[in-house]
């Protein structure tokens, strides 16, 4: 008798080349993702040690981080991004790699464009020089972000030293309310286990909540993984799964398609493998969730109050104490109300095409509130075109939003899109730490788009279920 496995464990084993003496696994990555940001340095590494890239064809490159969001007319006005991109095109265009540029209609947010190109892909190991690489295991694989000297071994290998992580299985049963999204279900595993709670785990996203996800929303879920601690965590691949890839790019065609799907199909968990560790949700318990603090675990319901100290247990006190400062919030008022002067549509965590247009349902009719500022920023060219094809572009314009081009935007200050002084922002990003948006006293509100656009029409955190009278789920 066979031993029921896990996936995690088999692309582990399969993946692994050897164990170093310090009981590390050398691990093959079938996939290399790079963006502008942490790759110059590693690039000039090998140069140093007169290395070439290994594997170019196993290397995809995009521009996201630096991009300004309103022009794409090249030179960019800070001479600092220029030399950025600049350097990105001088290294893929030595070392042969594929650069998804802003004039090949495919650029995008780095966790956009491995799925739309059907580079991601079951039972594969993917690496980037990026935290939010975990979004790629929605399709079944592994794939966790590295720092820029092991983006230089990969470049280097094609392989990693890694050290195998435990396997906790997060399963969520039964159906969401009207109103909450995945964003909602990540916010309230994150709330519930921590921000450390993952730390040392990779999460196995399981049960029939995640089954009837569509690709996107999953994608939501595992994007926000390394938000709770755990580097990767993924979803086992099924017909949903494959209906996406299918004739995407790079996905496999012809008779390779059939014999991918075949191995695709295999290398999900099988039932009675072993867990470190199991969490048992239900679907019917997550709310419309927000943040209220300084990182994304500070989350309540929409229809709590904020926290006060004292409500806090003693070790966590300090960090509240400190969030409750900087937030600018009342300790025990309701989150609902608190006024909102910028509204965030944007990011790796939601701005796919589901997601824009689940928000124009709503939109149409509606006006942004005149003291918010909004901006809708697709997350990839292929987003921006398809919305626009769809005529979601217009629905977002008449409401007030501006409608820009794709790039990481408001999400992290490394771009013209920043927030000024302590403007409060109801984003549908992945992060609240402070000065993340670009300001030191800026402040971030993480929520859903749905969310999102709720505050920015009416100026304030609201429960959007309410306000667009949302009576049924629709499936995103
Ligand atoms: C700039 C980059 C290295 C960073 C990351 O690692 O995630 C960014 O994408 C982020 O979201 O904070
Ligand atoms: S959109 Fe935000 S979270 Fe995603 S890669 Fe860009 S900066 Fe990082």
Not at 131 to 147: D, L, P
């Amino acid at each position: 008798m066979t031993l029921a496995r896990s996936l995690f464990d088999k692309i582990w084993e399969s993946h692994t080349a050897s164990i170093l003496r310090n009981g590390q696994a050398q691990l093959f990555i079938d996939s290399h993702l790079i963006h502008e940001v942490t790759t110059p340095q590693a690039f000039g590494m090998l140069r140093d040690f007169d290395l070439p890239v290994l594997m170019p064809e196993r290397t995809f490159a995009t521009v996201d981080h630096i991009v300004p969001t309103d022009t794409r007319v090249g030179p960019f006005s800070d001479p600092l991004a220029e030399q950025m991109i600049q350097e990105l095109r001088a290294n893929c265009s030595s070392s042969n790699i594929v650069f998804f540029d802003l004039d090949s209609g495919r650029q995008g947010i780095v966790h956009m464009i491995g799925p739309e190109q059907g580079i991601t892909q079951p039972g594969t190991t993917i690496a980037c020089g990026d935290s939010h690489t975990s979004t790629h295991g929605a399709f079944g694989a592994i794939a966790f972000g590295i720092g820029t000297s092991q983006v230089r071994d990969v470049l280097a290998t094609q392989t990693l030293a890694m050290t195998k992580p435990k396997l906790r299985r997060i399963e969520v049963n039964g159906r969401l309310g009207p109103g909450v999204y995945a964003k909602d279900v990540i916010l309230h595993i994150i709330r519930k286990l921590g921000v450390k709670g993952g730390v040392g785990y990779a999460y196995e996203y399981a049960g029939d909540l995640f089954e009837r996800m569509s690709m996107e929303e999953r994608m939501t879920v595992c994007n926000m993984t390394i938000e709770g601690g755990a580097r990767c965590g993924y979803v086992n691949p099924d017909e949903t799964t494959f209906a996406y890839l299918h004739g995407r790019p790079f996905a496999p065609a012809g008779a390779d398609w059939d014999a991918a799907v075949q191995r695709w199909k295999a290398v999900a968990s099988e039932p009675g493998c072993h867990y470190d560790d199991v969490v048992v949700m239900d679907a019917a318990d997550v709310p419309p969730t927000v943040t209220w603090g300084i990182n994304p675990g500070q989350a309540i319901a929409v229809t709590e109050e904020i926290p006060t100290i004292e409500s806090c247990a003693e070790l966590d006190r300090a960090s509240v104490a400190e969030a409750l400062a900087h937030m600018k919030l009342k300790p025990g008022a309701p989150i609902a109300g608190t006024p909102v002067n910028v509204a965030f549509f944007g990011s790796c965590t939601n701005a796919r095409v589901s997601d824009f247009a689940e928000v124009a349902k709503y939109l149409v009719g509606h006006k942004v509130h005149p003291s918010v500022h909004a901006i809708a920023v697709p997350g990839s060219q292929l987003v921006k075109r398809e919305c626009e094809k769809l005529g979601i572009d217009r629905i977002f314009k008449e409401a007030g939003f501006e409608w820009r081009h794709p790039g990481c935007s408001m999400c992290l200050g490394m771009n013209p899109d920043k927030l000024v002084g302590d403007q409060l922002c109801a984003s549908t990003s992945n992060r609240n730490f402070i000065g993340r948006q670009g300001s030191q006293s800026g402040r971030t509100v993480l929520m859903s788009p749905v969310m999102v656009a709720a505050a920015a029409i009416t100026g304030a955190v609201t429960d959007a279920r309410e306000f667009f009278n949302i009576k049924n789920r629709t499936e995103v």
